[in-house]
């Protein structure tokens, strides 16, 4: 797992988290914040409050959000683990509930924990007398104020409110959660973005002052050229700052992967001219829309937009800028993923090989992300899209992404969406098919929670099949295949007939059965046929055989190349439909 920010605690006099021990403001060393770790913290802005708010609204009664989430204190969001989206939401200390997207209900939904059930009990004067029960029990109410709007329902006896009860139907309800009665609530003062800064001052120099001096130790260690990965992010920006700070002037790259927000595009720029630094970019232009015509759609287990239009033009970029390598950092956190954890500060990257990468911010939690970048009065430099809603930034049609980000997509550019979607109408016709509504899509092994509510199913797609006879194999590819291209795909296999492409069936290839290593030639015969002209096999070539010309055509210099194959292995039409 990801180190957790062990230390992360609250203030109850100055009422804001504490990243150490004691307050910089009022020198106390308030109380451990019991949220579920790793603790992954941000701060939630007006939009997402906004949404919040309304969905408290909607699921009590008008100007609930208010009474349960108090104006002009702080709210912050911590994930958690759920089907779709899900958050913590923490406010003056405590969990008051889950704020997620409710995947049954297809609508975002709040599930009020310890203190959000009292607040809505004694705020709202909502809740179920009950004396004796337990997780699991259920029974009918006849309250009259009840509604199956509301969802949730506190529990409570006379020692105060002790449970929260789900809304299933007819008045019935079910205990999902019980806990020490609470019949009071400490009363908490207002606090700011700039009050949390003022608290965790010291923290924060202590912080900055160790990435800094990372980021001499390497960059002298290292004889590179120095540039910043730069992705119109939080982590990034806070990393280019910090690379600044060291006194390094780097170049930026920046990889445009043609499915960016164009809020990540504006703050790139804006970025590199605020600090008048050189600007690399690398350009995937429409390769992630003509992908999808030859892999299908992507998918969380099924990840080759990934290398399409992000790994491979990165790596065709620093192959140009840097020949010999260069010393990368990059906004990478351990709290981000197991993976990012298991690579630690400094890496080599296997899509660029001679360079060196580098995370001064490897062990920073979210929050104090963001503090810092109140700390250098860098909001304005921030992506305008966290201050929608996202929490992430990236390639917005990411499988990794949830309903609820593709909602908000679709709310904030409909356009942008509408692209997609239609896409997605040629291959599944409605949009209440489950791959649309509940975005299936996004794997191929769709997972059994949400099999639950969609049913079982599934999506095959196969780029070629192949028939053999006892004399002869069969290689049928779902387009046409260019002979001439195909021929020099051919260059790479050692001591091969070249076969007869069936005039009549330009789309079928027959093979003799004294071709022994039928896995090679159907590889090369899927590099002909659904090449995208990626390059991946132009970087990774040892001894520079393979270019393209300006029309896009491969040349494989048979007098260079040596068959070792390199290029096949790395081709990622050979890794994703072979």
Request: a positive charge; aromatic letters at 12%; one cysteine or more.
């Amino acid at each position: 797992m990801p180190a957790s920010n062990t230390s992360l605690r609250w203030c109850n006099v100055c009422n804001v988290p504490l990243l150490s021990e004691k307050c910089d403001t009022c020198k106390g060393s308030g109380f451990s914040l019991k949220v579920r770790k790793p603790a992954d913290l941000r701060p939630v802005f007006e939009e997402e409050r906004k949404l919040i708010l309304e969905t408290l609204d909607k699921q009590y009664e008008k100007g609930a959000g208010r009474k349960i989430l108090y104006d002009n204190h702080l709210i912050f969001a911590n994930k958690i683990f759920y089907i779709d989206q899900a958050y913590e939401i923490i406010s003056d200390g405590k969990i008051i509930g889950h704020f997620f997207f409710d995947v049954y209900d297809y609508n975002w939904s709040f599930k009020p924990m310890e203190h959000g059930s009292f607040r809505i009990f004694k705020n709202l004067n909502l809740g179920v007398f009950m004396e004796n029960s337990k997780v699991g029990d259920e029974f009918k109410i006849n309250e009259s104020n009840f509604s199956l709007k509301m969802k949730y329902l506190p529990i409570y006896n006379k020692y105060g409110v002790f449970g929260v009860a789900q809304i299933l139907n007819e008045r019935r309800v079910k205990i999902i959660k019980t806990f020490l009665p609470i019949s009071r609530e400490e009363e908490t003062k207002p606090s700011s973005l700039k009050d949390v800064l003022d608290a965790n001052l010291e923290y924060v120099r202590k912080k900055e002052s160790k990435a800094v001096a990372f980021i001499h130790k390497i960059s002298s260690r290292i004889k590179k050229p120095v540039c910043v990965s730069y992705s119109g992010g939080k982590d990034s920006l806070t990393t280019l700052i910090l690379v600044l700070k060291a006194g390094l002037k780097p170049k930026v790259s920046f990889t445009n992967t043609g499915i960016e927000l164009p809020e990540t595009i504006e703050n790139v720029n804006k970025v590199a001219k605020k600090f008048g630094l050189e600007l690399l970019i690398s350009n995937a232009n429409e390769s992630f829309w003509k992908g999808l015509d030859v892999f299908g759609l992507p998918s969380r287990d099924y990840r080759w937009c990934c290398k399409i239009v992000k790994l491979i033009p990165t790596a065709r970029l620093y192959k140009k800028e840097f020949p010999e390598g260069s010393l990368t950092f990059v906004g990478q956190r351990a709290l981000e993923s197991r993976s990012r954890a298991r690579t630690g500060s400094v890496w080599k990257n296997y899509w660029i090989p001679k360079s060196i990468s580098a995370s001064p911010i490897n062990d920073w939690d979210m929050l104090t992300v963001w503090i810092y970048l109140l700390y250098e009065d860098a909001f304005n430099l921030v992506n305008k899209a966290y201050f929608y809603g996202f929490d992430r930034i990236g390639c917005y049609l990411c499988p990794s992404c949830s309903i609820g980000d593709y909602l908000y997509l679709k709310n904030i550019h409909p356009n942008i969406w509408r692209k997609f979607e239609e896409r997605l109408m040629e291959k599944f016709l409605s949009e209440e098919s489950p791959f649309i509504k509940y975005h299936l899509w996004r794997w191929k092994k769709v997972p059994n929670k949400i099999k639950s509510i969609t049913g079982d199913v599934s999506r095959n797609y196969k780029a070629y099949t192949v028939k053999r006879s006892e004399e002869t194999t069969e290689i049928i590819v779902n387009k046409k295949i260019d002979k001439e291209t195909l021929e020099e795909f051919f260059k790479i296999l050692e001591d091969f007939e070249k076969p007869d492409i069936l005039l009549k069936h330009e789309n079928k290839i027959i093979l003799n059965l004294k071709n022994k290593d039928e896995k090679s030639i159907i590889s090369v015969i899927l590099r002909a046929a659904y090449c995208q002209e990626c390059r991946s096999c132009e970087i990774w070539c040892p001894s520079e055989a393979i270019s393209f010309n300006q029309e896009g055509r491969i040349h494989i210099d048979e007098t260079k190349c040596k068959k070792c194959k390199v290029c096949t292995e790395k081709c990622p039409i050979v890794e994703f439909l072979l």
